[in-house]
Nanobody, 124 residues
Framework: VQLQASGGGLVQPGGSLRLSCAGSGRAFGGYIVGWFRQAPGKEREFVSAIRWSGGTIRYADSVKGRFTISKDIAKNTVFLQMNSLKPEDTAVYYC??????????????????WGQGTQVTVSS
C-alpha cells in the first residue's frame, strides 16, 4: 500500500483542519492506520490510530476531545479532524500503517509504510 497525506496548512489558534490519508495499491483491511506528528528537533509522537476492521480508536492525551479520527471505506481513506488547534500542535503530520498488536500502536518504529507528511502550522 502507498499512502498520500494531505490537508495541512496555516491556521490561527482555535481553528480547524482536516487531514486525509489516502491509501492506494491495496485496501486498508487488516491494518491499523496511525497519525503521528513531528515538530522540529523533537521525536515523532503518536497522535491517533484506528483499526480499519472494527474501528477501534485511540488518541494521545494531548489531543483528546479536540481531534477525531475516522475512515471512509469506499475511498480507502482515513481522516483526522483537528479542532481547537493550539500553537503546540504545529508539526509535520504523518500517516502510517501497521499490523502490530494494538498495545504497540504508539511506537512509530513499528509502522511499515508512511505517507510523505503534511505541514500543520498554528499561528496568529
Amino acid at each position: 500500500v502507498q499512502l498520500q497525506a494531505s490537508g495541512g496548512g496555516l491556521v490561527q489558534p482555535g481553528g480547524s483542519l482536516r487531514l486525509s490519508c489516502a491509501g492506494s495499491g491495496r485496501a486498508f483491511g487488516g491494518y491499523i492506520v496511525g497519525w503521528f506528528r513531528q515538530a522540529p528537533g523533537k521525536e515523532r509522537e503518536f497522535v491517533s490510530a484506528i483499526r480499519w476492521s472494527g474501528g477501534t480508536i485511540r488518541y494521545a492525551d494531548s489531543v483528546k476531545g479536540r481531534f477525531t479520527i475516522s475512515k471512509d471505506i469506499a475511498k480507502n481513506t482515513v481522516f483526522l479532524q483537528m479542532n481547537s488547534l493550539k500553537p503546540e500542535d504545529t508539526a509535520v503530520y504523518y500517516c502510517g500503517t501497521t499490523r502490530i498488536v494494538w498495545s504497540e500502536i504508539g511506537n512509530h518504529n513499528r509502522y511499515d509504510v508512511w505517507g510523505q507528511g503534511t505541514q500543520v502550522t498554528v499561528s496568529s
